[in-house]
Structure formats: structure tokens, C-alpha cells
């Protein structure tokens, strides 16, 4: 559905990827609803969600492209890269195998997403609330994002609601940062540079974000 003219101030494309099972619809579908679901089906193709946020006064509107892990999808996914805005990279952090893919992950973004250069990624583990099970290190995660640049890592749980909004949060703040910064020309006041990729320095550093 095309939203009316005016009814929102910025509308982001943000796409989630990532392995098979580590929790993407189940994160989105908390943002969306609020409610937790076991999923059984695993997602076929891309599905898309839409919420709309108020941020520092804007009314943003935040299309969420969840995409399917299982690599028999992956020529449909690759096709969304293109046209997003940020991307997500979920691993399940009770499963390192997971977390190995994620430089798979970003060579997929870089390789098929002409126009994503320059956006952002954000880098999430999921199942924070199995943490007794945990095979990912929070610290081994953030030294993999700073490696590549990325914007922060998030722990979350689906399950039991931790962090799920700040992801989607937190992107749509450093894309309005970015578009300001199109607009203004400059770079924003508190980002750093690495590699020629903006790196933002997250304001607000929560408990289980790590700002890269
Ligand atoms: N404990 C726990 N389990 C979760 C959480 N999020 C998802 N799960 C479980 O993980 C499994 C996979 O979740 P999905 O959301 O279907 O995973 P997906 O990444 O979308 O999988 P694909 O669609 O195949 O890409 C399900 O059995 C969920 O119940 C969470 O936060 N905590």
C-alpha cells in the first residue's frame, strides 16, 4: 500500500539477513506486533513488514524486508540488496556456525547491492535470553563489526522483547543522521572513519550494544 503524501518524514527499506533459524521473522514479527511466536515455517523468498515510528519528533515509516536464510533462495534475496537503505546481519548466538557466516553476509551485500555502499549495517545476535547456551562472545562480535565497519552490535531476544525495537531504532537514527548529512553536506559530528565507511559512534551506549 502506497502511503499518503505527507503522512510520514522519511521512509527507510531495511533488509535482514542472515542464516537459516537464527531468529529473523521472530524479531520482526515482536516489531511489528509486539508478540512472540515459535515459528514453524521457515520464510520463502522475502516477506515485508511495515511500522511506522516517531523519532525526535519525525514520523518515520520502516519497511522491514525479512529475507530467507536458506541458501535455495538466495538468487530471490540478492535482488532486494539493491534497493535498501541498511541492512541487518542476524546470527543466532547460540550457534557460532552462524556467526562464522557473517563475512559471507557482507560479501553477498557488497557484491549484489550497487546502491547500498555508503548505508548501513548493523550487526545483531539473537536468543540473547539462551545466553547459557552461548557460543558467540559479545566481544568476539564487536571485533568482527569493527573489522568491516559496521554500525553497532545488538543482542536481542525475540522472545522476550529485549532490544528488538532499539535495533530498527537505532538504524532509522543513523539513516536520518545520514540524510541530514546529504542534505547539509559534511559529516555528522560524532561519527568516526575506517576504511572510507562512516562509522557512526553511537550516542546512547546500552548495556548489550557496542558502538564500532
Ligand atoms: N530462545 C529463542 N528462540 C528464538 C528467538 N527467536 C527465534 N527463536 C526460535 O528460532 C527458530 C527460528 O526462528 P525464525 O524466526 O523462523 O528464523 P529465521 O531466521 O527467520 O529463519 P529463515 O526464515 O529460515 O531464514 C524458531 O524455532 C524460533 O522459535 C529468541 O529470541 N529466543
Same mark, same amino acid.
Given at each position: 500500500?502506497?502511503?499518503?503524501?505527507?503522512?510520514?518524514?522519511?521512509?527507510?527499506?531495511?533488509?535482514?539477513?542472515?542464516?537459516?533459524?537464527?531468529?529473523?521473522?521472530c524479531?520482526?514479527?515482536?516489531?511489528?506486533?509486539g508478540?512472540?511466536?515459535?515459528?514453524?515455517?521457515?520464510?520463502?523468498?522475502?516477506?515485508?513488514?511495515?511500522?511506522?515510528?516517531?523519532?525526535?519528533?519525525?514520523?518515520?515509516?520502516?519497511?522491514?524486508?525479512?529475507?530467507?536464510?536458506?541458501?535455495?533462495?538466495?538468487?530471490?534475496?540478492?535482488?532486494?540488496?539493491?534497493?535498501?537503505?541498511?541492512?541487518?546481519?542476524?546470527?543466532?548466538?547460540?550457534?557460532?556456525?552462524?556467526?562464522?557466516?557473517?563475512?559471507?553476509?557482507?560479501?553477498?551485500?557488497?557484491?549484489?547491492?550497487?546502491?547500498?555502499?555508503?548505508?548501513?549495517?548493523?550487526?545483531?545476535?539473537?536468543?540473547s535470553?539462551?545466553?547459557?547456551?552461548?557460543?558467540?562472545?559479545?566481544?568476539?562480535?564487536?571485533?568482527?563489526?569493527?573489522?568491516?565497519?559496521?554500525?553497532?552490535?545488538?543482542?536481542?531476544?525475540?522472545?522476550?522483547?529485549?532490544?528488538?525495537?532499539?535495533?530498527?531504532?537505532?538504524?532509522?537514527?543513523?539513516?536520518?543522521?545520514?540524510?541530514?548529512?546529504?542534505?547539509?553536506?559534511?559529516?555528522?559530528?560524532?561519527?568516526?572513519?575506517?576504511?572510507?565507511?562512516?562509522?557512526?559512534? &553511537?550516542?546512547?551506549?546500552?548495556? &548489550?550494544?557496542? &558502538?564500532?
Open positions: 500500500v502506497t502511503p499518503e503524501r505527507g503522512a510520514f518524514d522519511y521512509l527507510f527499506k531495511i533488509i535482514l539477513i542472515g542464516d537459516s533459524n537464527v531468529g529473523k521473522t524479531v520482526v514479527h515482536r516489531f511489528k506486533s508478540q512472540y511466536h515459535e515459528k514453524q515455517q521457515n520464510t520463502i523468498g522475502v516477506d515485508f513488514t511495515v511500522r511506522s515510528l516517531e523519532i525526535d519528533g519525525k514520523k518515520v515509516k520502516i519497511q522491514v524486508w525479512d529475507t530467507a536464510g536458506q541458501e535455495r533462495f538466495r538468487t530471490i534475496t540478492q535482488s532486494y540488496y539493491r534497493s535498501a537503505h541498511g541492512a541487518i546481519l542476524a546470527y543466532d548466538l547460540t550457534r557460532r556456525s552462524t556467526f562464522e557466516s557473517i563475512p559471507h553476509w557482507i560479501n553477498e551485500i557488497e557484491k549484489y547491492g550497487a546502491t547500498i555502499n555508503g548505508s548501513l549495517f548493523l550487526f545483531k545476535g539473537n536468543k535470553d539462551v545466553a547459557e547456551n552461548r557460543q558467540v562472545l559479545f566481544e568476539d562480535a564487536c571485533t568482527l563489526a569493527e573489522k568491516h565497519g559496521l554500525l553497532a552490535v545488538l543482542e536481542t531476544s525475540a522472545k522476550e522483547a529485549q532490544n528488538v525495537d532499539e535495533v530498527f531504532t537505532l538504524m532509522a537514527k543513523e539513516l536520518i543522521a545520514r540524510n541530514t548529512l546529504q542534505l547539509h553536506g559534511g559529516h555528522p559530528p560524532n561519527s568516526i572513519y575506517l576504511d572510507s565507511r562512516p562509522v557512526i559512534v &553511537s550516542p546512547s551506549v546500552e548495556k &548489550s550494544q557496542c &558502538s564500532c
